[in-house]
């Protein structure tokens, strides 16, 4: 007998006791209407308090702050001068950038663009210290961004290997009260990667140290439309 | 479970050798008051927390009552995105799985995500016997290898040791596994993580195989779930050419959506945050982005045989967030060690009985290793009653019974340790069924009190060391009773 029937054989009888109840498994696809979502009582809360676009983006800013994130803030306009700013700041000679990001970005910057080739090494990205992206949504109750890997964000090992990481942020359009809010906006069958802060750990004594294997310096833009 | 712990005295010699270490006592009080006070606070920005709790424990429920169905859907769709799925029914056979898997690329190193699964069947001690070097990178595990040790937490792993101890640990022993420490390394928790940083980055920058665990998997997507702190999981996670998950059957979630309810609680209840860092979340493989090879190994290891008690399988909905650890009198006294698994503190005390058997005297002990103060209960994020189960576990190994052991009914004999208890057991139930004899016994008790010693002689002196007696009454219940209301219904 293979291992696998095996394990389903000793689930099955392991459950002969259990009424099955008779809601059916999820569904094939992803829904949120499935026969299985009314199986499981959600009587939680999809946001928590009651707020405006303007005070949401507030939160996001303060949360983000919170876990020692820098915010910044600007319009379309000035985005470019700031991205310029924070990259000189940084000294920074050269710079990743993903496939496509919006060129205005990074008009009014010094540094070299250095693209992520798939022929190229982590040896060679580890030579970058900074990287600019987009997301594809932030969530202002945990000050999280989330990236999928869309063209404007690049490869998950871009956001990973530099130290500094400059993303940006569309406010409000990008931005989402909650935790359930942003997971309804995300394809799961993108690579995702959920950004609280810059890196850190608490594995000595629990002293929150930032910065062990990822960026040190996580710069979020929020940039306004108008 | 394998023998990673093999020769751990039981319990109660374990603890006591612990408790009677001071430095282990001061850093596990200032750790674990830190992290609950902490946890508190995390928990209490979110009105909701009843409703989510309520809400975890049911959709993990619904999963292991339809655990069947949910694994093949989940191996479906893991297929269908690229990935490959293996079904380990126990530790050998994970190890085995996992140690081919790597041979298959050609490399004789790998490195590892902190893992409980991967902990829990030996997979580094395997590797390192097939010739594979198994690299920990998570800071915590790192201290924990380095230091030739053993974890004492779920989730801070190196919780016993000291900035002091970890200092000393990485000037003696960096150079061996690669990259020394850096000249007149302090002991600053900063200086301590820019240390392993760089020691750590080169293992990762040329690492060709990545072995993970997963807090989650959802069957409807194939989306396996890593949460981190560090940004090791994601270097582990993407850099590599080939990833191998390693995964107990029980941390499937049915739909994308019940992610909501976990990554609300899981952070809060674990680490204390509202989020952590990072999450990683990877369904098979993406063109052109991370490992293009990606093994998920399903592990059984004696979660069937738990899943089989209908009171032990309770302990399946864990999510192994540490919060039970934490606020554990027992645990925060005696520390992980003590426990003689990879699972310590409360949840340890009733997942390794279940998954291992109660064969080994560790085992058999483990289920008292509590004061069953519901401490544990209170703060669990899926509301896993563990009084119950370690209540329903004490009994088992007292009376003996039928449990599942490798997928057969087997019937245990009760412990040897406990005959007294059964004798007591048995005399206290023909002493109430016979009211005339109980009743004589009674009266006889409360004219001898004054006679009474204050510590048991013969076997009962352990007992009685560090435990008042309790006091006979003057009379009994019944006989007050009697000469206070005669009897009669007063109510009225």
Redesign the interface.
């Known amino acids: 007998m293979?291992?696998?029937d095996?394990?389903?054989?000793?689930?099955?009888?392991?459950?002969a006791?259990?009424p099955?109840?008779g809601?059916p498994?999820?569904?094939?696809?992803?829904g949120?209407d499935?026969p299985?979502?009314e199986?499981?009582?959600?009587?939680?809360?999809r946001e928590?308090g009651s707020r405006s676009v303007a005070e949401t983006v507030d939160l996001l800013a303060e949360?983000l702050a919170d876990?020692r994130a820098i915010v910044h803030r600007s319009t379309e306009e000035e985005l470019p001068y700031v991205i310029m700013r924070l990259l000189a700041e940084r000294g920074a000679q050269y710079v990743l950038v993903p496939p496509r990001l919006p060129p205005e970005w990074m008009s009014a910057a010094d540094p070299t663009q250095v693209h992520d080739r798939?022929v190229s090494?982590?040896?060679e990205l580890?030579r970058v210290a900074s990287v600019v992206t987009g997301c594809a949504v932030a969530?202002a109750?945990?000050?999280?961004i989330v990236l999928d890997?869309s063209p404007d964000q690049g490869?998950?090992?871009i956001t990973?290997i530099p130290d500094h990481h400059i993303c940006v942020v569309r406010v409000p359009d990008q931005v989402v009260a909650s935790?359930?809010q942003a997971?309804?906006r995300l394809d799961?069958?993108?690579?995702?990667?959920?950004?609280?802060?810059?890196?850190?750990?608490?594995?000595?004594?629990?002293?929150r140290?930032e910065?062990?294997?990822?960026?040190r310096t996580l710069e979020v833009v929020l940039v306004s439309g108008e | 479970m394998s023998g990673t712990f093999v020769g751990m005295p039981a319990f109660p010699k374990a603890a006591h050798e612990a408790v009677n270490n001071a430095t282990l006592r001061g850093n596990l009080r200032h750790a674990t008051h830190t992290i609950r006070t902490k946890r508190a606070k995390a928990v209490a920005e979110l009105s909701d927390w009843a409703e989510l709790r309520e809400a975890g424990k049911r959709i993990k429920d619904h999963t292991l009552r339809h655990l069947d169905r949910y694994l093949t859907q989940l191996e479906e769709s893991v297929t269908a995105a690229g990935g490959v799925v293996h079904w380990a029914a126990d530790a050998e056979e994970a190890n085995r799985i996992v140690t081919a898997l790597v041979k298959m690329t050609g490399e004789s190193e790998v490195v590892k995500v902190k893992s409980m699964a991967t902990q829990e069947i030996g997979l580094n001690e395997a590797l390192e016997a097939a010739g594979i070097h198994a690299y920990e990178t998570d800071l915590a595990e790192l201290i924990v290898q380095l230091g030739k040790d053993r974890p004492s937490h779920i989730l801070v792993p190196a919780i016993h040791r000291n900035r002091g101890e970890i200092r000393d640990i990485f000037v003696r022993e960096m150079g061996e596994w690669g990259r020394p420490a850096p000249e007149g390394l302090t002991d600053t928790p900063a200086e301590l993580a820019e240390a392993a940083r760089l020691h750590l980055r080169e293992k990762f920058l040329r690492a060709k195989v990545g072995i993970s665990g997963a807090n989650f998997m959802v069957a409807e997507t194939g989306t396996l779930v890593v949460v981190e702190s560090e940004g090791n999981g994601r270097m582990c996670l993407t850099l590599p050419e080939t990833l191998i998950s390693v995964v107990g059957i029980e941390k499937i979630v049915p739909s994308w959506r019940d992610l909501e309810v976990f990554l609300q609680t899981l952070p809060r209840s674990s680490t204390a945050e509202r989020m952590n860092p990072y999450t990683s979340m990877w369904t098979g493989t993406t063109d052109g982005d991370g490992p293009q090879t990606f093994h998920l190994v399903l592990l059984d290891n004696g979660r069937t045989d738990t899943l089989a008690d209908e009171v032990g399988r309770q302990a399946l909905r864990c999510i192994r967030c540490s919060a039970c650890l934490n606020v554990c009198p027992v645990y925060e006294r005696a520390g992980g060690h003590a426990y003689g698994s990879v699972y310590p503190g409360p949840i340890g005390a009733i997942l390794s009985p279940q998954l291992r058997g109660t064969a080994s005297e560790i085992d058999a002990s483990l289920p008292y290793a509590s004061s069953l103060c519901g401490a544990c209960y209170e703060v669990c994020p899926v509301a896993i009653d563990i009084p119950e189960v370690l209540v329903h576990l004490r009994e088992r190994i007292a009376e003996g019974g039928r449990v599942t052991k490798d997928g057969n009914t087997v019937v245990l004999k009760p412990a040897k340790g406990h005959a007294a208890e059964r004798a007591a057991m048995r005399a206290a139930r023909w002493a109430f069924s016979h009211p005339g004899a109980m009743g004589a016994g009674q009266r006889l008790a409360s004219r001898t009190r004054r006679f009474h010693p204050r510590t048991l002689p013969g076997p009962g002196r352990a007992w009685s060391a560090t435990r008042e007696l309790p006091a006979v009454p003057a009379e009994s219940f019944r006989e007050w009773w009697q000469r206070t209301r005669g009897g009669k219904d007063t109510t009225k």
């Open positions: 293979s291992s696998r095996l394990i389903l054989g000793r689930v099955r009888r392991a459950l006791d259990v099955r109840d809601a498994p999820a569904p094939e696809r992803p949120k499935s299985y979502e199986a499981v009582a959600r009587s939680y809360l928590h949360n876990y798939a090494t982590p040896h580890d969530v109750e945990t000050g999280t890997g490869r998950r090992r990973l935790v359930p997971l309804e799961p069958a993108r690579p995702l990667t959920w950004i609280s802060g810059p890196s850190a750990t608490s594995d000595i004594e629990l002293d140290v910065g062990v294997h990822g960026p």
